[in-house]
Structures are given as structure tokens and as C-alpha cells.
């Protein structure tokens, strides 16, 4: 992306709720919530089912009205517009592709309806089918074509009217593991190329690491954290970011007071680190510190700087094992160490090791 | 922070409001045809059951509970003594006892038929549901007439009868109560196949094998097994055919000549010769009464069952 | 039912859970039963002795003489113009109210519009024709119109439900989506529903005007009590003949009818069967 100072906002909500009315009483899918997304980022909505992520989507594209707040389209406030005069698209889900109308037909169709002349409607509709590489398909009927081929029908039918911002409802989730990853790749090339803003919805969190430049985590109606995905992954602002995001291991510590930039814990009896003390956080109360796996080492036991484990079992999944261990604690962590080449090394289930891990892996968590 | 509890904004309520009223504007036209030519009168109906009959045809608006008195009563024209409509009361017990005689006849057929159509292969169904569809929308009055060229005194059921010498007279079938019976079985019965065939179609198979795994013989896996799981299916077929059997007016008087009425005849004949419209229309509303009565006891059973 | 051959006989056949004993004969026999009237029927339209019953050698006499009958023509023409007229304007208000009543979750009232769409399959047939005899006598007495308005407004309003649930049934099958995308690549209301959901739900709507048009072809009962003198329908008119010495004649306009019927019901199966 090209350096600019202060990219514009091209999306932004501003104290979004949606309250649905049911007979059990009123259900908040959305609780004041308020993004700003940037001209030309890839943000990605991130959650569990039922976070709201998709109802602010449908929001924005004008299929929920909301219950309160402002939603603005490059500044101009949106909120009351009904979908057909949003200049934002949509790929669907289950893509929604007209049944009736040919490939070309179904990528024209924005077009027509806002009446661009025939002759630009072909140029773009052979542009697009170029872009998604479709050209050979675009007489079939989408009935005829597969789901992977569907899928870039929908991504060009939604690009064709050049939105200002390109909404995706899990567009990936109805395809196999293999074409999830060849999309996910084009997505991004699509997303370079047009130079569109994305906003992605996922309840995968592998896929909004991998795509996103930055990630909004939503638990009911709430949005917990926004960042880079590193930013995310490295420091969870919570227990919830930190479990949802990737495998984690959560040590419960103790304060050993206040240093220079940071705070001195100990984990166990045989840890001792510095860390960052992020904000909320309360120094005096219980600790809780979070280590992915694939920061634990496995060590003698009884090597400096180590925790006493018990090896409780070993999971194989080809590129790395998985060693589920038992601390002195009663806590269990896992750890996770890359297969190498050659043969494998022996661990034996039961075998008393040490776990370490460097003082830059553990951070402190606010519950 | 506070949070009003159940915040629509004014946006959304005006919103839905705008939906429903136009969801109901669609409906509108044909809400106003069905009251107008379908509803609307038959509160008239009900009205001019509490009139009094006028001397030629029609009603005199004055209020009288005289109709409905006669559709069980009698009352002698010289000494007044009120007696049971013995009349009416035959034709409401054949009414009674040919309507369900035509549902067990029509299931006892019917239930091997749907069974049969069931268990054929997932393509073939379809061509032999085709064979029950089309005598089901082929005129009334053709399948009535059919039949009646099968049972009459010269048609191929006694000319075949007596060819075989099983016979020597020809069989007076036709109007009879067995001929309206026959008619009513015959004009019937896809009514009660297709529901039977919907709820067999659903039918899990792997539960029959769980029936003959645990030693079932096939007796008991079709009367502990099937018979339960398309019970749905049963009593939807059985209202099917009871409701139209108890309202019949075509087969009745095709098939059992003047003599053989049942109820649909009977309140004909008050707006045609009896010339008694308040009693023709008590009669119709006793027996809509009937039919809804069978409605919601339908009704009841099926949300009973989910 | 052919059994697959193995190299070694054996005795006994394989068990099928399918199996029950009799059903397969009854079902036959079912058949045979619904096809057997038909079929003589049909056959004997073609006699060409006068009886119903003694065949004396094929003959298209009957076919001619009901063509050439005056009475068997208007009827015909009458039969027609009214399933025309009333399927037509059925199939338009059950297309509307499909509209209103299958894009939306559950609104206040729709059960109310349910049981009147409803309502001409609930009610005895013989119920509702006496109580638009009372209601059109009386019209007809305060206004003196005794045109075939009345037989196509009566026609139109039982036809309703037939043609509404095939309607329903498409709409219903039809998700929701289609309209939100239309929705979102710019289609005001108007136009959604002339691209995307008129078409789509077209196939629905030929199978409901056929089965309307063959449900007012076929009706006798409020026919016979809602026609003014003279407005005999081809089933009022064959009903009245039936009275009177039958001839081969009412077997032939019954045949012509029944092909008729199984005409449109073959293409209403073949527009409902590819779908999902």
C-alpha cells in the first residue's frame, strides 16, 4: 500500500446498536458499537456466531436498520438509505446469484439498474469476467458452473459497479479446505488490483489472520479489540481474544512487584520474568499470563529457569506434534514443536521434563 | 450507560408498519373476491335459517326457528303433533354410514397403494403418483358417470358376470346405496392415497430393519412399526375423504337415483321442490358445522403430533 | 420383481425389508380399479352402435354429433370463456397474495388471510353454491343483471386456493437472497420484483393459473346452483343429459374433457417436477 499520511475513512459506524424484538424479550445484537475502517484496507469482522458481526454487515449494506447510532459512507451519513442507493456491495454467503440470468447477465445486472449505457456495461462485464478469469463460462447459466467458479460470478457481480466498499459475508466458508486457500489468496489479489475497500466477515480466525490489515474481535455485540493481526495475536486484550485467536495457554502468576516499563512475575516456583503491565490490569490481584505453544520449549527437568511437567500425552498432526503436559500446578499446557526431518525423537508418556519459555512469549491478561 | 429496554427507533416501527401494510394491501384483492363469493355469504346463509320459508321460493323476513326445527322434527299438518322427521333421519344416518364406509374402504385400498408407490425406486415414483393425480383432478362428474356405465344393469360388470354363468339375472346395482358407496370409493380415493403417500415417503426405512432386527414378523413391524409413524398420514386421508363424502351431491344423485339421498341432495331438493330455503339453509350450516367440528379435531391431532 | 442372478442357486429369496405380503396385489388391483371405468369409458365414446354397453365397431359418430350439437357448443364455449376468465383472475390475486404472504416472516393477520384463502377447500362445495344461490338471487333481483358475471366471480373465488398453493410452494422454495442481492446491485423495489422475482417464481404461476383453469373446468356443483337459465357449462349440461336416455355422445364430450385435463396436468408435472 502506498504511504500516505492520514488515509481517508471510507467506513465508519458511530455508536451502532440493534436491538431485535422476540417473543423471549429484546435480544441486543449490536451494543454501541463504533469502527473506522480506511479507503482501501482489508478489515475483517471477527467472532463466534451470534457476535453481531453480520448484522453490522447487513447494516451497512442496508438490510438492518439501526436501532440507534450513525453509519457513514465516505462522511456522508447513510443510516436511512435503503440498499439499492448504498453504494456498497455485497458477496453473499450462499452467493445469491440469479438462477435465471447467465454469468455475464448475473455481472451486469448492478449496472443496468443504475442504467450505464450498454456499451460501458460489456466493456466492464468483459473486464470483470477477466479479472475473476471467467470469460470461457460467460454464457452459462450459474446453475452449470461449480461452486469455486460461483464464488468469483459473486465477487465479480459485486466489483462490477465499483463500490466504494465491497462487504463479504463469509464468502469462503461454503467452498473445501483447498479452494478455500486459492481464494483466499485471490481475494487478496482482487482486493490489490481494485484498490476496493473490504470489510470480511469470518468466525475463522485463520483466515482473518492471513488476509486481513486489520481485524475488529466481536463477542455479542461488542467489539473486544481492533488491531493488525499481529497485534492481535501477540497481545490479546483479553482472555476471550486470546483463546479465540489460535491456541493458547493460560498460566496463572503472582505479582513480584512493579520494575522499570513493566512488572516481575512469577509462574510457579522456579519462574521469574519481566513483563509489560498492560492497562486494567490490576497488580495486586491473580495473574493470569498467556503463552502460545509454540513458544513452550521442553527441557530437562530441572534445568534453570524451568517449570517441573509431566508428559500426559503426544498428539501427532504431521507438521508439528502437540505435547499435552501437567504441571506442578495441576495446570495443563500444551506445547507444540515443529516435526523435523529424520526420525523422530522419543518422548515417553509419563516422562518428568522441564518447560520453559522466553520471557518475551508470556503477556499479562486482563480477564 | 443508559439504555432505553426495548428501543425501536421510529425508523425501524415506521419501517415494519409500512411492510405489513403493504404485505396486506397484496393480500387485499383476493381477501375481497373470497368474502365477497365464498365467506361473505354464507353468513346469509345462517341468517335465512332463522326466517320464515315464503310460499313460492325465497324468505319471509320474519324472525322463526322453524327451519331449524325441521331438519329433525315433524310437525302434522292437522293435529300439530310433533313427531321425528323419519326422512330426514335416513338420510342423515346413510349420510353417516356411507361417509365412513368410504374412508375404511378407501383406506383399506389406499394404504397398500401408497405403500406400494412408497417403496418403489426414487424415480418410477413419480410416474405412478402421475396415475393416481390424474383420475384425482379429472372431472367429478366423468368418474361418477364411469362408474355408473360399470355398474349399470347392461354394463360390463353384470355382462361379464353373467357370461362367466356366476349369475343369471343382471345385478341391480345402480341405485343403490352399494352403488353410491362404489361411486363414493371409487371418485374418492386418490384423496386418500396422496396424503398416505406423503407421510410414507418419510418414511425411515431403517427403522423397519430396527423392527425386524428385534424379531418383529412383518405383521408386527406393519401394526408396531409403519402404521404408528404414518399415523399422520391415516388420519389426514381419512378427513380427506370423510369431509366431501358427508357433503357429496354428484355421486349421490347420479348413482342412487331420487330415492337414495344423502345430505348434499337433501338440501337441494329445499331450494328446488321443497321450497323451504330456511330449512335448505339450516340444513347447510348443521352440516358445516360437522365438517369444521372433523376440521379441528384434524387440526388438533396434527399439532398434537409434532 | 427380478431377483439379481448369482452363480450358485440358492433356494429361498433374499429378505426384503421392504416387503409386504398382499400390498403389491391390492395395489393392482387399486389400479386396475381406477383405470378400468376410464378406459370403458373412453372406449365406448368410440361405438358405433347408439349403446353404452354392446360394442358394434369403432366409430367417430359420436365425436361428430356432439360437435354438431348447439348445445354442447355454447356449453363448450361457455365452460371455456368462464375457466379462462376465472383462472385468469385467480391466479392473479393468489399471485398477490403469495407476494404478501411468503416474503416476510409472520405478520398480525396472516393467519386470518390464511383461512379465507383457504376457506372454498374447508367448506362442503354444496354449502357454499346454496349460499351464492341466496346471495345472487338477490343481487340479481335488486340490479336485473343475469350475465356470466356471476359464474366467473364464484369460479374465480374457489379457484383461488389452488392456484395459490403451487404459487406458494415456488415463492416459498425461492430464497430470500435473490432479493436482497438485487436489492444491493442498486434494484429499487419495483424493479426486483420485475427482474429477479417475477421471473423466478414464473413457473409457479402457469402451474397455478393450469390447475385453476382445470378445477373451474371441472365444477358441477355451484355451477349448476349459481347459472342463470340458459347458462348450461359443458358438466351442467352432461349432468342434465345424464337424466335421459345416455347416449355414446356424453361419453365423447367426457373423453374430449378428459384429455383435455390430462394435458395441462402433464405439463403442471413437468414445470413442478425440476425443482430444488
Redesign the interface.
Known amino acids: 500500500m502506498e504511504a500516505q499520511s492520514q488515509p481517508a475513512v471510507a467506513m465508519e459506524a458511530r455508536g451502532v446498536?440493534k436491538?431485535f424484538?422476540g417473543p423471549e424479550g429484546?435480544f441486543h445484537a449490536l451494543d454501541?458499537v463504533s469502527v473506522s475502517i480506511a479507503e482501501g484496507e482489508f478489515f475483517t469482522l471477527l467472532g463466534p456466531s451470534g457476535c453481531g458481526k453480520t448484522t453490522l454487515l447487513r447494516m451497512i449494506?442496508?438490510?438492518e436498520?439501526?436501532?440507534?447510532g450513525q453509519l457513514l459512507l465516505h462522511g456522508e451519513d447513510i443510516?436511512?438509505l435503503?440498499?439499492?442507493?448504498r453504494q456498497?456491495?455485497?458477496v453473499?454467503q450462499?452467493y445469491?446469484?440469479?438462477?435465471?440470468l447467465s454469468v455475464a447477465e448475473n455481472i451486469a445486472?448492478?449496472l443496468r439498474?443504475?442504467g450505464r449505457p450498454n456499451a460501458e456495461v460489456d466493456q466492464t462485464v468483459d473486464r470483470m469476467l477477466k479479472l475473476v478469469k471467467m470469460e470461457p463460462m460467460r454464457n452459462r447459466l450459474t446453475s452449470q458452473i461449480s461452486g469455486g467458479q460461483q464464488q468469483r460470478v459473486a465477487l465479480a457481480?459485486?466489483l462490477a459497479?465499483a463500490p466504494k466498499v465491497l462487504l463479504l459475508d463469509e464468502p469462503l466458508s461454503a467452498l473445501d479446505l483447498k479452494l478455500r486457500k486459492e481464494m483466499q489468496i485471490e481475494l487478496k489479489r482482487l482486493q490489490h488490483e481494485t484498490g476496493i475497500t473490504f470489510i470480511f466477515v469470518t468466525h475463522d480466525q485463520e483466515e482473518a489472520l492471513t488476509m486481513s490489515d486489520r481485524i475488529a474481535v466481536m463477542r455479542d455485540g461488542h467489539v473486544l479489540q481492533i488491531g493488525a493481526p499481529r497485534e492481535i495475536y501477540d497481545q490479546p486484550a483479553n482472555r476471550f481474544v486470546a483463546s479465540f485467536i489460535g491456541e493458547t495457554n493460560f498460566l496463572s502468576a503472582t505479582s513480584e512487584g512493579i520494575v522499570d516499563g513493566g512488572i516481575r512475575i512469577r509462574i510457579g516456583d522456579t519462574v521469574s520474568v519481566e513483563t509489560d503491565l498492560p492497562d486494567g490490569v490490576d497488580p495486586k490481584g491473580d495473574l493470569t499470563v498467556v503463552v502460545r505453544p509454540e513458544h513452550i520449549v521442553l527441557r530437562e527437568r530441572g534445568a534453570p529457569d524451568t517449570l517441573s511437567a509431566t508428559l500426559t500425552n503426544a498428539v501427532y498432526f504431521g507438521t508439528d506434534t502437540h505435547y499435552h503436559l501437567e504441571l506442578a500446578s495441576g495446570q495443563h499446557p500444551i506445547a507444540r514443536r515443529q516435526n523435523a526431518a529424520g526420525a523422530p525423537e522419543r518422548v515417553e508418556i509419563g516422562a518428568a521434563i522441564g518447560v520453559a519459555f522466553a520471557p518475551s512469549a508470556a503477556r499479562l491478561l486482563r480477564d | 450507560?443508559v439504555?432505553p429496554?426495548?428501543?425501536?427507533?421510529s425508523?425501524?416501527i415506521t419501517?415494519r408498519r409500512t411492510i405489513v401494510r403493504r404485505y396486506w394491501l397484496l393480500c387485499l384483492p383476493a381477501l375481497v373476491l373470497l368474502v365477497f363469493a365464498a365467506s361473505g355469504p354464507l353468513l346469509i346463509v345462517l341468517a335465512y335459517s332463522f326466517l320464515e320459508p315464503a310460499e313460492y321460493s325465497g324468505v319471509v323476513w320474519s324472525l322463526s326457528g322453524e327451519g331449524w326445527f325441521k331438519v329433525i322434527l315433524n310437525r302434522d299438518i292437522f293435529d300439530d303433533t310433533i313427531s321425528l322427521a323419519d326422512a330426514h333421519m335416513t338420510i342423515f344416518w346413510r349420510s353417516a354410514k356411507l361417509s365412513v364406509l368410504t374412508t375404511l374402504l378407501t383406506l383399506a385400498i389406499g394404504f397398500p397403494t401408497a405403500y406400494f408407490i412408497a417403496t418403489r425406486p426414487k424415480t418410477h415414483r413419480q410416474y405412478w403418483l402421475f396415475l393416481i393425480t390424474i383420475p384425482f383432478w379429472t372431472n367429478l362428474l366423468i368418474r361418477t358417470y364411469a362408474i355408473m356405465e360399470v355398474i349399470r344393469n347392461e354394463g360390463i360388470l353384470n355382462s361379464s358376470l353373467m357370461s362367466l354363468g356366476l349369475i343369471g339375472a343382471p345385478l341391480q346395482i345402480l341405485y343403490t346405496d352399494t352403488a353410491v358407496l362404489i361411486g363414493m370409493v371409487y371418485v374418492y380415493l386418490p384423496l386418500m392415497v396422496l396424503p398416505l403417500y406423503a407421510a410414507m415417503e418419510r418414511l425411515d426405512f431403517r427403522l423397519v430393519e430396527a423392527g425386524y432386527d428385534l424379531y418383529a414378523t412383518r405383521f408386527q413391524v406393519l401394526r408396531r412399526v409403519i402404521v404408528p409413524l404414518v399415523k399422520p398420514g391415516i388420519i389426514a386421508g381419512s378427513i380427506l375423504v370423510f369431509i366431501p363424502s358427508l357433503g357429496a351431491y354428484v355421486t349421490p344423485r347420479v348413482l342412487g337415483g331420487g330415492k337414495n339421498m344423502m345430505i348434499g341432495n337433501l338440501i337441494e331438493l329445499q331450494f328446488g321442490e321443497g321450497r323451504n330455503w330456511p330449512l335448505g339453509a339450516a340444513l347447510s350450516i348443521g352440516l358445516l358445522v360437522t365438517v369444521m367440528a372433523a376440521l379441528v379435531f384434524y387440526v388438533r391431532n396434527e399439532q398434537a403430533e409434532r | 420383481m427380478a431377483e439379481p442372478s448369482s452363480t450358485r442357486r440358492r433356494s429361498g429369496r433374499p429378505f426384503s425389508v421392504r416387503h409386504l405380503p398382499g400390498f403389491t396385489l391390492v395395489a393392482a388391483a387399486c389400479f386396475v380399479m381406477l383405470y378400468a371405468p376410464i378406459v370403458t369409458l373412453v372406449t365406448y365414446s368410440f361405438n358405433g352402435g347408439e349403446s353404452i354397453a354392446l360394442w358394434e365397431g369403432f366409430s367417430l359418430r359420436w365425436y361428430v354429433s356432439a360437435w354438431a350439437n348447439e348445445a354442447v357448443q355454447e356449453a363448450t364455449v361457455r365452460s371455456l370463456v368462464v375457466a379462462v376468465l376465472a383462472s385468469g383472475i385467480a391466479t392473479a390475486l393468489a399471485t398477490m397474495a403469495a407476494l404478501g404472504t411468503t416474503r416476510t416472516g409472520p405478520f398480525p393477520g396472516r393467519m386470518v388471510i390464511y383461512a379465507l384463502i383457504n376457506q372454498p377447500l374447508m367448506v362442503p362445495e354444496i354449502v357454499t353454491a346454496v349460499a351464492l344461490l341466496i346471495f345472487f338471487a338477490m343481487i340479481k333481483i335488486a340490479t336485473g343483471y343475469t350475465g356470466l358475471a356471476y359464474l366467473v366471480l364464484a369460479h374465480a373465488a374457489f379457484c383461488v386456493p389452488f392456484a395459490y398453493l403451487p404459487i406458494r410452494a415456488r415463492l416459498e422454495g425461492m430464497?430470500l437472497?435473490?432479493e436482497?442481492?438485487?436489492?444491493?446491485?442498486?434494484?429499487?423495489p419495483w424493479?426486483t420484483f420485475r427482474?429477479?422475482t417475477l421471473?423466478?417464481m414464473t413457473p409457479g404461476i402457469v402451474a397455478g393459473a393450469m390447475l385453476a383453469f382445470v378445477i373451474s373446468l371441472d365444477d358441477v356443483v355451484i355451477t349448476e346452483f349459481v347459472k342463470s337459465a340458459g347458462q348450461d357449462t359443458l358438466p351442467t349440461y352432461m349432468l342434465g343429459q345424464l337424466r335421459r336416455m345416455v347416449t355414446p355422445e356424453v361419453n365423447a364430450i367426457s373423453t374430449a374433457l378428459l384429455a383435455l385435463t390430462v394435458l395441462l396436468l402433464t405439463v403442471f408435472f413437468a414445470l413442478t417436477r425440476k425443482r430444488g
Not at chain 1, 65 to 68: E, I, M, N, T, V
Not at chain 1, 82 to 85: K, L, N, T
Not at chain 3, 180 to 188: E, N, P
Open positions: 446498536s436491538i424484538r429484546d454501541s449494506a442496508g438490510f436498520h439501526p436501532s440507534a443510516s436511512d435503503p440498499p439499492y442507493r456498497v456491495n455485497t453473499f450462499s445469491a446469484l440469479f438462477p435465471h445486472f448492478g439498474m443504475l457481480r459485486a459497479p | 450507560m439504555r429496554t426495548s428501543a425501536l427507533s425508523g425501524e419501517a | 430464497d437472497s435473490y436482497t442481492a438485487a436489492a444491493d446491485l442498486y434494484a429499487t424493479r427482474y429477479v421471473p423466478l
